[in-house]
């Protein structure tokens, strides 16, 4: 009996010493933290992607909190107006943005040099002699992008290209980065009009490798009375910004290359005209 | 001095905590996909099993003069390390904040490591009879022996990512097998007779 309470002492007794041991250092030892770091953690996603070059979300809303971020350097949260009043400053521009893969070159319209049948990761397909395909701006479709995405918003099509969910994309911009060939931008939402290739050769060789690349004729810029297109290095580029999608752009290209959602009455206008 | 050499040798080739006594699989397993996380979890280890060792030294005496030793090792030894991995860091994030940011959340994770409360109960066997500076000694030996087996594990699994793998092997079925095969090549040192290298 006295070897159980004498246990039983021993116990209580080095657990009530250790306790107020550690409670003494808590205090002596406590590091002062902002409340507010705590608050815009909270309005942050919390899924700790790192898109905003912070150790996670905890890391940003420190650096939001201590000045050296801004408000909206989040690319994924929609709420920077809330955590723009916690600051006690105004909310600057928050729009959402989405990931698109600028290449509709799969399977079936480009052509392979060679096949590949390394490891299934884009860069080291990307570093044997330029890839296995002839375009060597297209997308590999081997999925680096889909590796990447923290929110199983990318998925690669029967046709080898990688697609991105809208829905599910949350413009954290993990896959622009993976993306050996730069395919991928954050785009406003709602399927912008968009030249989906990256392919800067001239046209004769871009049509011998692929179908759906830009030839860099220049109809599209003859056709956009807004200016929001213009040739860069043989490659038609649609600032979103300008555009207005009357999509006459994506009617006139011979190549089908400018794909996008039109605004309707644009449309019945231009076709009517 | 020869002892202290001896217990360090042993610790971190011979019975390997992780490879030869097969303690602390867990951290072993779970961040030892790059090397670098591996490092910082070896030296988090390092200091906490060298000052779990001290510390526990002082209880297992307190136990053993109340005769409570036998049933009461355990409990209280997981007592110690749970606090004094808190303490650490307590006194990590005052410190030196760099670091406890480096180290992120293996340090409160130690506390589960088995090879933490494996070198305490190890530096309380009496068959051991170890005093004060070779429980020491035998503790932070213990945390570079884990060091080594999870930094050599972390640079072996970098190179498994780009091995082309069958599917039903890729990632931890692997790395088991390969964890098997470290330890199979430890157990070459199970034979090495320190003592009679040195002449004694």
Avoid at chain 1, 128 to 141: H, M
Avoid at chain 2, 144 to 161: C, D, H, K, P, S
Wanted: glycine share 12%; charged share 15%.
């Amino acid at each position: 009996m006295t070897t159980v309470i004498a246990a039983v002492l021993l116990l209580t007794g080095l657990g009530v010493l250790f306790g107020i041991g550690l409670a003494v250092a808590s205090r002596k030892l406590a590091v002062e933290t902002d409340p507010r770091v705590d608050e815009i953690e909270e309005l942050l996603p919390g899924a700790n992607c790192g898109a905003c070059g912070y150790p996670g979300c905890r890391g940003l809303a420190e650096a939001i909190a201590g000045g050296s971020a801004p408000v909206n350097a989040c690319p994924v949260s929609t709420d920077c107006g809330a955590i723009a009043e916690v600051m006690g400053v105004e909310a600057l521009s928050c729009e959402r943005r989405v990931a698109k893969v600028r290449c509709i070159g799969g399977k079936k319209e480009a052509k392979e040099r060679f096949a590949y049948v390394g490891s299934k990761d884009c860069f080291a397909a990307h570093q044997l002699a330029g890839g296995p395909k002839a375009c060597e701006y297209g997308c590999l479709g081997l999925g680096s992008c889909v590796e990447a995405c923290p929110f199983s918003a990318i998925t690669i099509n029967e046709n080898g290209l990688a697609v991105v969910d809208e829905e599910k994309c949350t413009g954290c911009g993990q896959c622009v980065a993976a993306c050996p060939r730069d395919l991928i931008a954050l785009l406003p939402p709602g399927d912008p009009v968009t030249v989906y290739c990256r392919n800067t050769e001239k046209g004769a060789v871009v049509r011998k490798i692929c179908q759906t690349g830009c030839i860099g004729c220049g109809i599209c810029v003859k056709q956009c009375d807004q200016g929001a297109i213009t040739l860069e290095n043989n490659l038609a580029v649609i600032d979103p910004v300008k555009c207005n999608r009357c999509g006459r752009c994506i009617a006139k290209c011979p190549v089908k290359v400018i794909q996008g959602a039109v605004v309707e009455e644009t449309a019945s206008a231009v076709s009517g005209g | 001095m020869v002892d202290l050499l001896l217990i360090s040798f042993g610790a971190i080739f011979i019975s390997n905590f992780v490879l030869a006594r097969f303690l602390g699989i867990c951290p072993f397993l779970g961040v030892s996909r790059k090397i670098e996380t591996a490092l910082g979890m070896g030296f988090a280890v390092i200091f906490v099993m060298t000052m779990a060792s001290a510390i526990t030294y002082g209880v297992q005496k307190l136990l053993v003069r109340h005769g409570l030793a036998e049933f009461l090792q355990t409990i209280s030894f997981i007592l110690v390390i749970a606090v004094l991995v808190q303490f650490v860091e307590m006194i990590l994030r005052k410190t030196s904040p760099g670091l406890y940011q480096a180290l992120g959340i293996y340090l409160p994770l130690i506390t589960t490591n088995c090879a933490v409360l494996g070198v305490a109960l190890i530096n309380a066997d009496p068959g051991e009879g170890y005093n004060f500076i070779q429980a020491m000694v035998n503790g932070f030996s213990g945390g570079v022996g884990f060091t080594l087996a999870i930094v050599l594990f972390a640079g072996l699994r970098e190179r498994l990512e780009f091995a082309p793998l069958p599917k039903a092997m890729e990632g931890f079925p692997i790395a088991l097998i390969l964890a098997g095969l470290i330890s199979i090549a430890f157990l070459g040192f199970s034979g090495f007779r320190l003592q009679a290298l040195l002449g004694l």
